[in-house]
């Protein structure tokens, strides 16, 4: 989804990527606060930390097996790849208060009419979309509340997946009404992950 802001057109991510970075600095600088006897004082010390300490901040990818596999998966081994990327681009961040507030507002104004002529075009009082989607994003974006409502776990890593549902600004009766609907028509998808049954079990 795009957003078009003036003369530009910024995707979603974009946007919360760049204004994440603007704040994220101070917001974690004030969390470390919080503690007294950390060597880790700023996202600076922290990129630098794991640098320092790459053998277990940032280990080489490495292959994890999971024993059931379905048909849409050709292999039963998963590679991962720790990476602090997002945390190195967000110390190159430059925007200053004033830019940040004035973008806020002006893609905040964008997302939510885009959210508003969605809901009003289709008859609806909600979106709902897979909670990996760029749904999270856009109601980031727009100011709605969003609620997540369970659907599962994958076989394959025990991953829990679901639907996402937002609404409009201060519309939180209609996630609530969608929310009770749902635990009433798919109780058992409020079951507990399978490593805690099975923990449970031995």
Not at 47 to 74: C, M, S, W
Not at 86 to 114: C, F, H, I, P, W
């Amino acid at each position: 989804m795009t957003l078009s802001v003036g003369a530009e057109r910024l995707l979603i991510e974009d946007w919360l990527t760049t204004c994440t970075g603007a704040r994220f600095k101070d917001e974690l600088a004030a969390y470390f606060a919080l503690f007294e006897n950390i060597e880790v004082r700023s996202l600076k010390d922290l990129v630098e930390f794991n640098k320092e300490h790459a053998d277990q901040e940032l280990p080489p990818g490495k292959q994890r097996y999971f024993p059931a596999i379905t048909t849409l998966r050709p292999t039963n081994l998963i590679t991962e790849h720790p990476s602090q990327g997002q945390l190195e681009g967000y110390l190159k961040s430059s925007m200053n208060a004033t830019e940040y507030d004035s973008t806020l507002k002006r893609v905040r104004a964008e997302a939510l009419g885009g959210v508003e002529s969605a809901l009003e075009e289709n008859e609806v009082d909600v979106i709902m979309a897979p909670a990996d989607s760029r749904l999270v994003s856009v109601a980031s974006a727009a100011g709605c509340p969003i609620a997540n409502m369970p659907l599962g776990f994958a076989r394959f890593n025990g991953r829990a997946h679901g639907l996402s549902v937002i609404a409009c600004p201060k519309d939180e009766r209609a996630l609530l009404q969608v929310m009770m609907a749902w635990e009433t028509t798919f109780p058992n998808a409020f079951a507990p992950p399978p490593a805690m049954t099975d923990a449970q079990a031995e």
